[in-house]
């Protein structure tokens, strides 16, 4: 949920800190703060202020930032509220210690207790200072206090340092963490460690870089090492990375190459991260697809799905976990591969998955879909269910994120980097994979005929060209949001696929614009929401050529009757529903099994438009993070 970045090395590390939260500020900008061990006296120095990075700055101007080595943390606050006490780095009791913490820990409460009691006053009402107490505690005041003898750990006693106080002040910890600890004796060094939040180690000369995730270290170098659940790094930068667990188990540390380019987490040109990542999909859509169609057979040819589809193929059900925007993505997912390989899905919200004592067997698949891959409540139904022996897949777009490393298997999405907090190309990205799971599945079950089939893996190859022509309709869009971009509530109806069309339209457009919205079927409009509808609600209707579209008009009609006005989402050449609506955005002719890659496009666009005519913050709406690595 926070942003962490930490430089050391030879470098000026206050630009290299705050180039890297101005990037990470996606996942949380309540406050920010860097922390830096001086030059001048040796001593460490903190910066910090509720609000922006940018807000950090002005608060910052002229004061003395020279140093080789920091940390920098902006904050998406759980645990108080934000202000400039609550914000990150913590510094321990004597000053000699400073801490950022991405994550939350449960037993926060029972510690602070304990601290208290040992004489420990707080500053704060995070639980991060906890933590940065209980590092300080085991150091001082005896490591062997905490080294309790029924937890088995091995320690080498005569090892007495700070490197070995995180450890075993870490097996008192419940809950998730991704740590940087910085101490001023030691000013060549770093230490940070993680459990269930996202931690990446970048490799350069005689330095290193340390960070949530990847954008701010790949201007940097190309190398590095993702920390794993309940390792702990020695971080020196003169000296190889040092990786142990937190029981003291020495681990070898894997170096990898970085895919991603720096252009690929910059504006190019836009205004905005969300207007440049929806003008994306086109790309996002092909790259997903790549490699993964036989040009001369059509064959479908999913690495990390092959290996387990003798199993799924036989399975009782499909059970797919996610939240929010993946969630939709879910829904769409049940609608193509009940409706084309005919096996039983059930989609649940990950967060409510475990707390409903879930029938789970060895007989059942369950698929995670998450964007970042780190996502908490995700990843905590994905435990739940490979404990009870089901098969585990994921479909995210973050390589060697958790959600990669915890399934058996699974697909990449290749979307890139989303930098918008609000889902766009991630959203289209992971349609377009459940597509292709639906298509194999059917063509290994034999429930779609050859010739149906054939024309499916067309359409779906079609489907980036039309978004790239649907993408014009831009400016006229545009237009149609100046209508409606006073208006307190909306209404989003579709029925069959475009159903969770109609949920995530109206996500959208609640995330940015803050506007009240609600999607339902289109039939059940008249069961309740119908009382909203007057003169003033705009009601948005995918009224797509398909199987319900008579019955869509129908729908349409009883709104017009009640004064609605509609803006409505109809096939190209549509003349019925146009006669009846306010506003028709046209979609090109299509399937309707790719009909939502399509008409979630006008709907993004609806969004962003009237939230930037309504002067909010597109890419960073209030209250909202990226990547939710809390429950």
Same mark, same amino acid.
């Given at each position: ?97 400073? %801490? ?97 939040? $996202? ?9 290193? /870089? ?71 999909? $086109? ?133 890139? $980097? ?7 190309? =991630? ?7 459940? %597509? ?34 649907? %993408? ?11 209508? /409606? ?17 109609? %949920? ?56 017009? =009757? ?70």
């Amino acid at each position: 949920m926070c942003g962490i970045v930490a430089y050391v090395g030879n470098r000026r590390a206050f630009p290299i800190l705050i180039k890297g939260l101005q990037r990470l500020e996606y996942r949380g900008y309540d406050s920010a703060g860097v922390g830096l061990i001086s030059e001048e006296d040796n001593n460490i120095v903190t910066y910090k202020q509720a609000g922006k990075v940018d807000d950090l700055l002005k608060y910052i101007g002229k004061k003395n930032i020279d140093s080789t080595i920091g940390i920098g943390h902006t904050r998406w606050a759980t645990h108080g509220p934000p202000n400039r006490e609550n914000s990150h780095p913590h510094s321990s009791s004597d000053g000699k210690y400073s %801490l950022i913490h991405n994550g939350i820990i449960e037993n926060y409460s029972s510690l602070k207790k304990a601290l208290e009691e040992k004489g420990y006053v707080f500053k704060s009402d995070t639980d991060s200072e906890v933590l940065m107490y209980l590092i300080e505690d085991v150091y001082k005041n005896g490591l062997h206090a905490y080294n309790d003898e029924n937890k088995d750990l091995k320690w080498n006693d005569y090892e007495n340092t700070l490197y070995k106080a995180i450890r075993i002040a870490l097996n008192e910890v419940i809950g998730a963490y991704a740590i940087v600890v910085m101490d001023q004796d030691n000013p060549n060094e770093l230490y940070a460690a993680r459990k269930g939040s $996202p931690l990446v180690i970048g490799i350069g000369n005689d330095e290193y /870089f340390v960070a949530s995730d990847a954008s701010p270290i790949i201007e940097y170098t190309d190398k590095v090492i993702y920390l794993e659940d309940n390792e702990v790094a020695r971080i020196n930068k003169t000296q190889k990375v040092e990786v142990k667990t937190i029981t003291n188990e020495r681990k070898l540390p894997y170096v990898q190459k970085l895919e991603q380019t720096l252009e690929s987490i910059e504006k190019g040109g836009y205004d905005h991260f969300m207007l440049k990542e929806i003008f994306e999909q $086109p790309k996002s859509i092909i790259d997903t697809l790549r490699g993964r169609i036989n040009p001369k057979t059509n064959d479908i040819i999913l690495g990390g799905f092959k290996d387990h589809e003798s199993k799924i193929i036989k399975a009782d059900r499909i059970i797919i976990i996610a939240c929010g925007t993946s969630w939709h993505a879910g829904l769409i997912g049940e609608y193509l591969i009940e409706d084309l390989a005919r096996i039983n899905v059930e989609v649940e919200y990950a967060s409510e998955f475990r707390y409903k004592n879930p029938i789970i067997t060895k007989k059942d698949i369950v698929i995670a879909i998450s964007q970042s891959g780190e996502t908490a409540d995700t990843l905590a139904a994905l435990e739940l269910a490979k404990e009870k022996g089901a098969l585990t897949l994921g479909i995210c777009n973050v390589v060697g994120s958790s959600i990669t490393r915890t399934t058996s298997g699974g697909t990449y999405t290749h979307a890139g $980097p989303e930098i918008g907090v609000a889902s766009t190309k =991630a959203f289209t990205t992971q349609v377009t994979v459940l %597509l292709l799971y639906a298509l194999r599945l059917s063509q290994l079950r034999k429930t779609v005929d050859r010739e149906n089939y054939d024309h499916l893996i067309k359409e779906l190859t079609l489907s980036p060209y039309r978004i790239k022509k649907l %993408l014009e309709l831009n400016s006229e869009i545009e237009k149609i949001a100046e209508k /409606f971009k006073d208006s307190s509530n909306f209404l989003y109806l579709g029925r069959g696929v475009n159903f969770p069309i109609a %949920l995530e339209g109206a996500l959208k457009l609640k995330e940015i614009s803050y506007i009240h919205a609600e999607g339902y079927p289109a039939a059940e409009m008249k069961h309740g929401p119908i009382a909203l509808i007057d003169d003033e609600m705009p009601i948005v209707v995918i009224a797509t050529r398909g199987d319900n579209y008579e019955k869509v008009v129908s729908n349409i009609q009883e709104v017009k =009757a009640r004064g609605g006005k509609l803006i409505a989402i109809v096939t190209k050449g549509d003349t019925e529903v146009k006669s009846i609506a306010d506003y028709c955005i046209e979609i090109p002719k299509c399937f309707k099994e790719v009909a939502p890659l399509l008409t979630i496009i006008p709907l993004q666009l609806l969004s962003y438009h009237i939230a930037l005519m309504r002067e909010c913050n597109v890419d960073q709406p209030r209250n909202l993070a990226k990547s939710v690595t809390v429950e």
